[in-house]
Nanobody, 114 residues
Framework: VQLQASGGGSVQPGGSLRLSCAASGRIGDINNMGWYRRPPGKQRELVAV?????LTNYGDSVKGRFAVSRDWNTLTLQMNNLKPEDTGIYYC???????????WGQGTQVTVSS
C-alpha cells in the first residue's frame, strides 16, 4: 500500500486545517489507518486511529478538537481550534495482519503560530 498525505500548512491559533491521506494498492488488506505526529524536539505521539471495525481512538490532547473519518481509501483528519502545541509533522499510517511492516505516508507539516 502507498499512502499520500496532503493538506498541511500554517494557521493561527484557533484556526482549522484538514489533512487527507489517500491509500492505493492493496487497500482491502488494511486493518487500522490513523495519524501520528512528531512535535519539534519530541517523540512521535498518537493523534487518531480508525480500525477497520470498532471505535475510533484519539490522543488525549486532541479529543474534542479533532475528528477523523475513513472511507474505502481515504483517511481525513479535520483539525479545529488548533493550538501552538499541535505544531509538528503529521504522518498517516496503515497496518494489516497480512503485512510484516506498517506503511507510512511521507508526512505533512502543520504549523500553528501567531
Amino acid at each position: 500500500v502507498q499512502l499520500q498525505a496532503s493538506g498541511g500548512g500554517s494557521v493561527q491559533p484557533g484556526g482549522s486545517l484538514r489533512l487527507s491521506c489517500a491509500a492505493s494498492g492493496r487497500i482491502g488488506d488494511i486493518n487500522n489507518m490513523g495519524w501520528y505526529r512528531r512535535p519539534p524536539g519530541k517523540q512521535r505521539e498518537l493523534v487518531a486511529v480508525v480500525p477497520r471495525s470498532g471505535l475510533t481512538n484519539y490522543g488525549d490532547s486532541v479529543k474534542g478538537r479533532f475528528a477523523v473519518s475513513r472511507d474505502w481509501n481515504t483517511l481525513t483528519l479535520q483539525m479545529n481550534n488548533l493550538k501552538p502545541e499541535d505544531t509538528g509533522i503529521y504522518y498517516c499510517y496503515a497496518d494489516s495482519p497480512h503485512w510484516q511492516v506498517i506503511n507510512w505516508g511521507q508526512g505533512t507539516q502543520v504549523t500553528v503560530s501567531s
